[in-house]
């Protein structure tokens, strides 16, 4: 069993792909979420457009870019 630090919080974990503790993880679905609200909106978006008026940060955006 392998332990490391979560990537946002630091927090000690139980090793998970996603590098994130389930407090992080769930804060960071709610953020995949309101770009996926946004975008349904405004198809046209640029990721420093979604950034600005969702306030996710840019690095969850292009995560999410890099995986769609
Ligand atoms: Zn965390």
């Not at 503790?21 to 349904?40: G, P, T």
Request: proline share 3%; net charge neutral.
């Amino acid at each position: 069993m392998a332990l490391i630090n979560c990537d946002k919080c630091g927090a000690l974990m139980i090793w998970k792909p996603t590098h994130l503790c389930s407090e992080c993880l769930r804060f960071q679905l709610e953020e995949v979420n309101k770009v996926k609200d946004y975008l349904a909106e405004h198809p046209q978006a640029s990721i420093m457009e979604v950034e600005r008026n969702t306030k996710v940060s840019l690095r969850t955006i292009q995560e999410m870019a890099s995986k769609s």
